[in-house]
């Protein structure tokens, strides 16, 4: 147990030094698989049951990254994909040709309505690492404590998730090189393809716009919530529904055009999906007939808590 959990932080705090290397991008002036080691018992083929409990490696957020990427790329690139992928060229294309104008009565009523240029800010924060990283530390510290393994294994797959899907985007921003609205020289921003890197750091919203990565790594970590609890119905539409409010509060904000969330919403969903397809069912995964578990709960609005089942 002690072992899990110093893993468990040292995993937190490669996030929350993550967190702040994306955080330089605002502006100044402003779990995993469950490896089987015994014999699986298929009595019915709707339940399927262990000799003994399955395990995770705490490590998979490090050790699962090439898999992920490789696993992505596939996807992304698949013959399948193709249709997807032209449809989201099309929508990008569009969004471009209209940016400066869809945004224009956003960042107004950001700087004239002291409601919404709070509302904003707050919004924004959802998409932070730091706030990831809390998420994952809740559903990891309750899965220690009470034992819950599909809550530990939703722990290490946000933070997964958040490293694979945030590296990818830091690569793309450093490759694309779009200017935000706030340091846009024309409309819609110019686009500066491989720019210095020692331009990039000294100048970042000038270079850092394409894609969001607080839109991708939001939908990435939503993604492997609602994978985890897919009985829980209410997780997806109040989950979709934060990640559009995050990206309405960084368009507001002048970090970023509606343009710059297409492929990042694409990133964040096939990341959390890559990650998810590894799960195997296991039998601590909440359905035990009785027993105290963490989840998602509606309550006066959607949040954690303790569901207890007798």
Same mark, same amino acid.
């Not at 002036?29 to 995993?32: G, R």
């Not at 939503?222 to 609890?229: G, H, P, Q, S």
């Given at each position: 147990?002690?072992?899990?959990?110093i893993?468990?932080?040292l995993l937190s705090?490669?996030l @929350?030094?993550y967190s702040k290397?994306s955080?330089?991008? #605002?502006p100044l002036?402003?779990?995993?698989e469950?490896?089987v080691?015994? #014999?699986?018992?298929?009595?019915n083929p709707?339940?399927?049951?262990?000799?003994h409990?399955s395990? @995770?490696?705490?490590s998979?957020p490090?050790?699962?990254?090439p898999?992920d990427?490789l696993?992505?790329?596939k996807?992304?690139f698949?013959?399948?994909n193709?249709?997807t992928?032209?449809?989201?060229?099309?929508l990008?294309?569009l969004?471009?040709?209209t940016?400066h104008?869809s945004?224009?009565s956003? +960042?107004? #009523?950001?700087r004239? $309505?002291r409601?919404?240029?709070?509302? %904003?800010k =707050?919004?924004t924060?959802?998409?932070?690492?730091e @706030?990831?990283?809390g998420?994952? %530390?809740?559903?990891?510290? !309750?899965?220690?404590?009470?034992?819950d393994? &599909?809550?530990l294994r939703?722990?290490?797959q946000?933070?997964?998730?958040?490293?694979v899907?945030g *590296?990818t985007?830091? /690569?793309?921003?450093r490759?694309?090189? +779009?200017? $935000?609205p706030?340091s846009? $020289? /024309?409309n819609?921003? =110019?686009? +500066?393809?491989?720019?210095?890197l020692?331009d990039?750091? &000294?100048?970042?919203p000038?270079y850092y716009?394409?894609?969001s990565?607080h839109v991708s790594?939001?939908?990435a970590v939503?993604?492997? *919530?609602?994978?985890?609890?897919p009985?829980i119905?209410?997780?997806k539409?109040?989950?979709y529904s934060l990640?559009g409010l995050i990206?309405?509060?960084l368009?507001a &904000?002048?970090?970023h055009?509606? $343009?710059d969330?297409?492929l990042a919403?694409a990133?964040?969903y096939?990341?959390?999906k890559? /990650?998810? #397809?590894r799960n /195997?069912?296991d039998? !601590?995964?909440?359905?035990?007939e009785?027993?105290?578990?963490?989840q998602?709960?509606?309550?006066n609005g959607p949040g954690?808590?303790?569901?207890? =089942?007798f």
């Open positions: 147990m002690k072992l899990k959990l893993n468990f932080i705090g490669l @929350f030094f290397l955080a330089q991008e #605002e002036a402003c779990a995993e469950n490896s080691d015994s #014999e699986i018992f298929v009595d709707k339940f399927i049951t262990y000799a409990p395990s @995770f490696d705490w998979d490090i050790t699962k990254m898999q990427f696993a992505f790329s996807h992304a698949s013959k399948d193709f249709p992928l032209a449809s989201l060229t099309f990008t294309t969004l471009i040709a940016d104008e945004i224009y956003l +960042r107004k #009523e950001y004239s $309505s409601t919404f240029h709070d509302i %904003a =707050k919004t924060y959802l998409g932070d690492g @706030f990831h990283l998420m994952a %530390a809740l559903f990891g510290g !309750a899965g220690l404590i009470f034992k393994n &599909r809550a939703t722990a290490v946000i933070v997964e998730a958040e490293l899907t *590296i985007v830091q /690569i793309l921003k490759i694309t090189g +779009r200017e $935000s706030q846009a $020289s /024309i819609g921003g =110019k686009f +500066r393809p491989f720019p210095n020692g990039y750091h &000294r100048d970042q000038k716009s394409y894609p990565g790594t939001s939908m939503l993604t492997v *919530i609602a994978e985890n609890y009985e119905k209410w997780i539409p109040v989950g990640v990206g309405v509060g368009a &904000r002048g970090w055009w509606l $343009s969330y297409p919403v990133l964040g096939t990341f959390g890559v /990650i998810t #397809e /195997i069912p039998p !601590a995964d909440d359905d035990h009785y027993g105290i578990s963490f998602p709960v509606m309550k954690f808590g303790l569901v207890y =089942k």
